[in-house]
């Protein structure tokens, strides 16, 4: 029997192909709706900010964005560090030419402590984010004594009136705490043998 798996997010079709490779039937059910910012409402709330020493990004949303407005940042330079909050962040810029140091701790408190550790107090640091994020990135670096400026990004929407899909799962996969608390806002009715798994300990 192939096992069916819930994901919370869209997969793209090279994920789709990777899970049926692996002998998993991939019920695709988005509990998250991500809807980006014009280039224009991103670029008009850098304009006012200081020169970063590092840019941030804690999901390949975040890079998107970046990569939307870069050509037209008056003040980034190619050779700003960049971080990011584990590989599949990091493609992104890896597929266009740019570089970036991955976190080996996949949170955003490890993040920032990469960060902190590199560059030092002192330091402004750029973080392309969504409306909804979690605190520990800029909690942190604050903490270290650098400067941290979110730049939202994207909206981050949870879809709990989406409910369960119309087909049956084995396991159901989130992405996002976004997502997490969606679902737990469904108050669904699953069996307890069924395992809900996470892509990070922050989700």
């Known amino acids: 029997m192939i096992a069916a798996v819930w994901f919370t997010r869209e ?3 090279a994920e789709i192909s990777a899970v049926k490779e692996s002998g998993i039937k991939p019920v695709i059910h988005p509990l998250v709706e991500i809807n980006p910012f014009p280039a224009e409402k991103i670029l008009k709330a850098t304009k006012s900010l200081p020169k970063p020493d590092a840019i941030a990004f804690t999901s390949k949303n975040g890079v ?3 990569l939307r407005i870069k050509s037209l940042l008056k003040d980034f330079a190619d050779g700003t560090p960049m971080y990011c909050l584990g590989n599949a962040t990091a493609e992104k810029l890896f597929e266009n030419g740019l570089d970036c140091t991955v976190a080996n701790e996949p949170t955003g408190a490890g993040l920032a402590n990469l960060i902190a550790n590199e ?3 002192g330091a402004i640091v750029w ?3 969504s409306t ?3 605190p520990e990135t800029g909690d942190t670096l604050r903490d270290a004594g650098l400067s941290y400026i979110p730049i939202e990004s994207y909206e981050t929407r949870g ?3 989406a409910g369960l899909p ?5 396991a159901v996969v989130f992405y996002s705490p976004s997502a997490v608390r969606a679902f737990a806002k469904m108050d669904p009715t699953i ?3 069924i395992p809900l798994c996470a892509i990070g300990p922050t989700t």
């Open 159 to 161: 879809l709990p009136e």
């Open 166 to 170: 119309g087909e049956a799962f084995n």
């Open 132 to 134: 909804i994020k979690r």
């Open 11 to 13: 997969l793209t079709e």
């Open 64 to 66: 998107e964005a970046f």
């Open 127 to 129: 973080h392309f984010c």
């Open 191 to 193: 069996p307890e043998e």
């Open 119 to 121: 560059i030092g107090p």
